[in-house]
């Protein structure tokens, strides 16, 4: 097992803002509009967050707490009802800009592309250079070990494999921001133990940001720099955990006795949480 | 061959057999059908003097065209449709309402519109198909995983490189069943109209023979007609089952 430097006490305490940020939110509040002409359901309540340059983020919550929520704002694809999204400093409006890339928990690859068009399809778009698509997509497969099945279609895959192309696809595109809804909720346990190493090799070599939302203790407090834990729905932080893992990690880290006394205390702080978010047929 | 396959293969001969019997025996008068080797060999021969060669041409050329035009017409209105809620809800009953309209009685009108040419011919064949297209196009894209939505919006595409990128593909093993509709309902619409219209065409030769008592040559074309047709449908299905199987859908 590698050698996990062990953080201080102090480390499981709220962070600070931090500087050279390349995601900034700010008084996020987003209320979903009843069918029904009601007063809505409000998801998530004046959320304020800051991911610096290079960051790993975890945001775990209950059920229905609008953890999803938050990274369609983030990413560009929904506009908040209040408050206001920037990305490298600019201001987003309903749109995903370049440089953010976003890998959901359902499967998205492409039934019709074969692996290997899957993950060109992004830079096909960007009418990139074919040279260039070529060389950035073989090296994107070889990178989640998927060179031996870039002819074959999605549904000759296992579901992690599927799930491995829709994170080259993004990964082709080399974004400066990677957000993660989920990505490995449909997946056994190992399968998710080795998917998190892929993505923190993918993580230190990219040198992106990135956001991944999750339900899963183990998966937070393994992956982060960074746990943010939200309270049940309207969804704000309540508090963030910083794990003090080095950036060279990898799944072994859950044999050190950290990572217990981090799960331990970002359970105590969900527990209530879920709780509620149970009382109200949230999960 | 599969089992279901061979028996299904075996009542379709014994039927076939059953008819050649009736027929020789004169139990069926030649006045009312001829032997299905009869007809066999009347389709041969007119293939071989070629003379019904250019009513075949013009005939195939117009349900290609019906099927290209309800195909596309529908895909088009469906995913308009689709997009647009309301108008949804407005034109849904309309849509399941359409096949119980006789189409055919807006045939003067197109003549009329369209002139005594292979346009309302086109037309025809084309409106019979593309409603089926068109229901199939919403229920198919119905059925694309919302994901894949928000992938094309991640993509930052317009609704229309939406459509032809994600909703086309995505959507394409539901809209077999709206393609298979308008393929079958263009060549009815097509051939009901040569019958009419009477310009040229199959179904203009089968209307001659029927009027002037050719049963051989009558049976000969129905023969040749039921052959393009079924083979069209044994293409389709093959493409279908191969899509399926390739993209992992029973």
């Known amino acids: 097992m590698m050698a996990v430097a062990r953080p201080s006490e102090a480390d499981v305490e709220p962070s600070a803002p931090i500087a050279g940020a390349t995601l900034g939110a700010e008084g996020i509040t987003h209320v979903f509009a009843s069918a029904a002409g009601g007063p809505g359901v409000k998801a998530l309540d004046n959320v304020d967050l800051t991911l610096a340059r290079g960051e790993f983020f975890s945001v775990i919550g209950p059920s229905g707490c609008g953890k999803s929520t938050l990274l369609e704002i983030a990413s560009g694809l929904m506009v908040p009802t209040e408050g206001q999204v920037s990305f490298e400093g600019n201001v987003l409006r309903g749109k995903v800009p370049d440089g953010i890339g976003i890998v959901f928990q359902e499967d998205a690859s492409f039934a019709w592309l074969s692996v290997w068009d899957n993950v060109a399809f992004g830079l096909r778009r960007r009418s990139v250079d074919p040279a260039e698509i070529r060389r950035r997509v073989d090296y994107a497969v070889a990178f989640m070990g998927l060179q031996d099945f870039s002819q074959s279609y999605p549904a000759q895959l296992s579901g992690g494999m599927r799930q491995r192309v829709c994170i080259a696809r993004t990964l082709v595109l080399q974004p400066r921001l990677i957000l993660l809804d989920e990505p490995f909720g449909a997946l056994d346990q190992q399968t998710r133990l080795l998917m998190g190493e892929e993505v923190l090799r993918l993580w230190r070599e990219t040198g992106a940001t990135v956001m991944l939302i999750t339900h899963s203790l183990d998966e937070a407090a393994m992956l982060a720099d960074r746990v943010g834990i939200m309270s049940a729905r309207p969804g704000r932080f309540i508090e963030t955990l910083s794990t003090g893992w080095p950036r060279e990690r990898d799944s072994g880290i859950v044999a050190d006795p950290r990572f217990g006394e981090l799960t331990a205390a970002m359970w105590s702080l969900l527990r209530a949480e879920s709780m509620r978010s149970m009382r109200r047929g949230g999960a | 061959m599969s089992r279901v396959a061979l028996l299904r293969l075996a009542v379709v001969v014994g039927f076939v057999a059953v008819v050649e019997l009736l027929c020789r025996l ?174 040229a065409g199959m179904g203009r030769s089968i209307a001659f023979a029927y009027n002037d008592l050719d049963n051989t040559k009558m049976y000969g074309l129905l023969l040749l007609l039921l052959t393009i047709t079924t083979l069209l449908n044994v293409a389709l299905q093959l493409i279908e089952q191969r899509l399926y199987k390739r993209w992992g859908r029973a």
């Open chain 2, 26 to 199: 004169g139990v069926i008068t030649p006045l009312t059908m001829i032997p299905p080797s009869a007809m066999l060999l009347s389709l041969v021969h007119l293939i071989a003097d070629g003379e019904v060669n250019a009513d075949l041409v013009f005939t195939l050329t117009n349900i290609a065209a019906a099927i290209t035009l309800s195909i596309v017409s529908g895909f088009i209105l469906g995913v308009i449709i689709h997009a647009l809620p309301r108008l949804r809800r407005v034109v849904d009953p309309l849509l399941a309402a359409y096949y119980a309209v006789p189409t055919f009685v807006f045939y003067p009108l197109l003549l009329v519109v369209l002139g005594v040419n292979r346009l309302p011919l086109i037309v025809i064949g084309a409106m019979f198909g593309v409603v089926g297209m068109t229901v199939s196009t919403i229920d198919g894209i119905d059925r694309i995983p919302r994901v894949l939505m928000k992938t094309a919006s991640a993509y930052d595409m317009n609704p229309i490189t939406a459509a032809l990128l994600i909703k086309l593909p995505a959507a394409t093993p539901h809209l077999f069943t709206g393609v298979k509709l308008a393929v079958t309902y263009s060549v009815i619409g097509v051939v009901a109209g040569e019958f009419i219209l009477s310009i």
